[in-house]
C-alpha cells in the first residue's frame, strides 16, 4: 500500500489465518419453533501440524497458533410469550419511540408494559435509573426477581426506522452481555415490531444472528491463554418461524463464516501467513468445496511464463516465493449465465520496498492486512462454497507475494513489463499494491469474464479522503456502480463512489516507459484507480475497492472482515440475473 506522508495516513496490510473452518450447519425442525447449529472454528485448529513442516517459514519466531474447540451456537425462532421465556438473558431492543412514558411514568409500549408489570414496575423504576431512553449504542443489563431469565438487557436501537446496522448491533451486545455473565442460553426480541413487513422481520432477523456470530468470535490463535466462549444457544423471539427465517438465518451464517475467514487472515502476522500459507488457505477452501470449487496455484516460473513481471517485481525481493491464486466456482449443475470475477491484493507483508514505511502515521506495524483485498476473496469464497449459487461462474484471483528489501528488489527508477505488455517506470516501490493488481487484473480478464471488482488496501490517501469507515470505489460503468452499492446497502458496509477525473492521468505520465506507478499527492487514490484501469480490457465491466480505511479497526486493534458481505451479496444477485 503507497502510505501518504502525513501523519494521519494509514499504511494499510496482510494477515493470515489458516487451519480448519466453520462446518455446515446440522438442521432439524419441530413445528412451530426451528433451529439448527452452527460452528465457528479457527482457522488453526486441525492442520497446524502439517502445515508446520510444509511451509518453511511459518514459525519464524517459533510461534504457532493455539489449537482450540469450536464453539457452536444453536439458533431458533420462537413465537413465545416473552415472559415465559426461560434462560439466562433475555435481551429487549427498544427504540427512544418504544420508552415513552405516560404521565406516570409507566411505559407505553405494550411489550414493556407487559414485563414492567410482571416485576411490579421495577423494569421501567431500573431503566430511570440507569438513564436508559433507547438511543442507539446504550445498552444497560438489569437482574431482576420475576421472570423465568435471570437478567433482562435492554439494548437502544435508536430511530424507530432502524437499520440493518441497529440490529447487528443488537445482536453483537447481547453477545457482549453474554460473554460478561458468561451465559449459555440468550433470547432476543424486538419492543414493537409494528411497521416491519414480513420481509423486514426476515432481514432483521438476519441481520440480529450476524451480530450475535460476529460478536461471540474472538481470534485467541496467538494469546497464551484465553477463554472460550460460554454461548450455546440463542432464541430470537417474535419475529417469526417456518422455512423462510430459516434459510434466512442460516444464509447470514454462511456469510459470518466467510467473514471470520477473513479477520483471521487479516489478523495473522506475516511471520505465520506468508504468499504459501495464504495459497494453502485457498487450496483448502477448493479441496472443502470441491463438489462446485477447483483451485489453481501458479508459482513462479508458471508466472513469468505469463510474462508478469509487474507482479514479480515486487515479489523479487522476499525469501518467501511468490503464489499467484486462482480458484474457480462453478455450480455442479445448471446453466452459467454470467462469468465475473473478483481480485484481491495478497501483500502478505509490504515494509515499502527501497521507499521503506517510516516516520510516524506509516503503519509498517499494521502491514500485514495489506493483504485484506485477498481476505475478502477468500473470505466471499467459502462462504459461496456453503451456500452454492446457481448460474453464475466466478473467478477469484490473489497475485499474493511480500514487499521486501535485498538485493535481488525492485528499485526506484526500474522499467518493468506488465503482462499485456505496458511499460512501468518506478518511481515509489511503496505503491506496490497497484503492481501486483496489473497483472492479477490482465489475468482476470483473460479468463472471459463479464465483469471484475477488485479490492485492495491501496491507498493512505483514500483514508484521508473518507476515514476508517468507509471504503472508496471506483468505476466506469454506472451500472456496475450499482449492483455494488445495492449489495453493500442489504450488507451494511459503506461504500462510496469517487470520480476517476481523466484529466489527473497526466501526473502519471513518464518519459521513459509508458506509466510511472504513481503520481503527486494530490488525489492519489484516484490516480491509482486510473492506473489499474490500464489493465482491463474495455469490454468488461470493472469496479475497484480501495478498503485501506474499514480494512482494521483501531478502536479493537482487529481485522472486520471488511468486503465480504458486499462481495457474497452482489455475486448472489449476479446469480439470479
Not at 121 to 132: C, I, Q, V
Request: hydrophobic letters at 40%.
Amino acid at each position: 500500500m503507497a502510505a501518504l506522508r502525513v501523519s494521519s495516513a494509514l499504511a494499510c496490510s496482510s494477515s493470515s489465518s489458516f487451519h480448519s473452518y466453520p462446518s455446515i450447519f446440522t438442521k432439524f425442525q419441530s413445528s412451530p419453533i426451528w433451529s439448527f447449529s452452527i460452528s465457528v472454528t479457527p482457522l488453526c485448529s486441525r492442520r497446524a501440524k502439517r502445515m508446520a513442516h510444509s511451509i518453511a517459514r511459518d514459525t519464524l519466531g517459533l510461534t504457532h497458533t493455539n489449537q482450540s474447540d469450536a464453539p457452536k451456537i444453536s439458533f431458533a425462532a420462537k413465537e413465545i410469550d416473552l415472559v415465559e421465556w426461560k434462560g439466562d438473558i433475555l435481551t429487549v431492543g427498544a427504540t427512544e419511540k418504544d420508552l415513552a412514558r405516560d404521565g406516570n411514568s409507566k411505559f407505553q409500549n405494550p411489550l414493556l408494559q407487559k414485563l414492567d408489570s410482571k416485576l411490579s414496575g421495577l423494569l421501567s423504576e431500573a431503566s430511570s435509573e440507569e438513564d436508559f431512553s433507547g438511543k442507539a449504542g446504550q445498552s444497560t443489563i438489569l437482574r431482576l426477581p420475576g421472570l423465568g431469565s435471570k437478567r433482562i438487557a435492554l439494548v437502544g436501537l435508536g430511530s424507530p426506522t432502524s437499520s440493518t446496522a441497529a440490529y447487528r448491533c443488537l445482536g453483537e451486545a447481547a453477545a457482549a452481555a453474554a460473554k460478561s455473565a458468561q451465559a449459555s442460553n440468550i433470547a432476543i426480541a424486538l419492543a414493537s415490531t409494528d411497521g416491519l413487513s414480513a420481509e423486514l422481520k426476515l432481514s432483521s432477523a438476519s441481520a440480529i444472528t450476524t451480530g450475535a456470530v460476529l460478536g461471540t468470535f474472538e481470534d485467541n490463535r496467538f494469546k497464551s491463554e484465553s477463554k472460550k466462549p460460554t454461548l450455546k444457544s440463542l432464541d430470537i423471539l417474535g419475529l417469526g418461524t417456518g422455512p423462510e427465517i430459516e434459510k434466512k438465518i442460516k444464509y447470514a451464517a454462511d456469510v459470518c463464516a466467510g467473514v471470520i475467514l477473513g479477520r483471521e487472515l487479516v489478523n495473522a502476522p506475516a511471520n505465520v501467513l506468508t504468499p504459501a500459507v495464504l495459497a494453502e488457505e485457498a487450496k483448502k477452501i477448493a479441496s472443502t468445496y470441491s463438489d462446485v470449487f477447483s483451485a489453481n496455484i501458479l508459482d513462479v516460473e508458471q508466472c513469468k511464463e505469463l510474462k508478469m513481471g509487474s507482479y514479480l517485481a515486487v515479489a523479487a525481493a522476499s525469501a518467501n516465493p511468490a503464489h499467484f491464486i486462482h480458484l474457480c466456482y462453478k455450480p455442479s449443475s445448471g446453466e452459467i449465465k454470467k462469468k465475473i470475477a473478483l481480485v484481491g491484493k495478497g501483500l502478505t507483508f509490504d515494509s515499502g520496498g527501497y521507499n521503506i514505511k517510516t516516520g510516524p502515521g506509516c503503519s509498517i506495524e499494521l502491514m500485514k492486512f495489506d493483504m485484506g483485498g485477498a481476505a475478502a476473496v477468500l473470505g466471499a469464497a467459502k462462504a459461496l462454497g456453503q451456500i452454492k449459487p446457481a448460474g453464475v461462474e466466478v473467478h477469484f484471483i490473489v497475485a499474493a507475494c511480500e514487499n521486501m528489501i535485498s538485493g535481488t528488489g525492485m528499485r526506484p527508477g526500474d522499467i518493468i513489463t506488465a503482462s499485456n505488455g505496458k511499460t512501468i517506470e518506478v518511481n515509489n516501490t511503496d505503491a506496490e499494491g497497484r503492481l501486483t493488481l496489473a497483472d492479477a487484473l490482465v489475468y482476470a480478464c483473460n479468463q472471459g469474464v463479464e465483469k471484475i471488482v477488485d479490492l485492495a488496501t491501496l491507498t493512505g490517501a483514500c483514508v484521508v479522503a473518507l476515514g476508517p469507515s468507509i471504503a472508496g470505489i471506483f468505476t466506469p460503468s454506472d451500472d456496475l456502480a450499482k449492483e455494488v452499492v445495492a449489495a453493500s446497502e442489504v450488507s451494511g458496509e459503506k461504500l462510496w463512489r469517487l470520480p476517476m477525473e481523466d484529466s489527473y492521468w497526466d501526473s502519471m505520465k513518464s518519459g521513459v516507459a509508458d506509466m510511472v506507478n504513481t503520481g503527486g499527492r494530490p488525489g492519489g487514490a484516484i490516480t491509482a484507480a486510473l492506473f489499474l484501469k490500464q489493465f482491463v480490457n474495455e469490454k468488461v465491466q470493472w469496479m475497484h475497492i480501495d478498503l485501506a480505511g474499514p480494512v482494521w479497526s483501531d478502536k479493537k486493534k482487529n481485522a472486520t472482515g471488511f468486503g465480504v458481505s458486499t462481495l457474497v451479496e452482489w455475486v448472489l444477485k449476479n446469480s439470479t440475473n
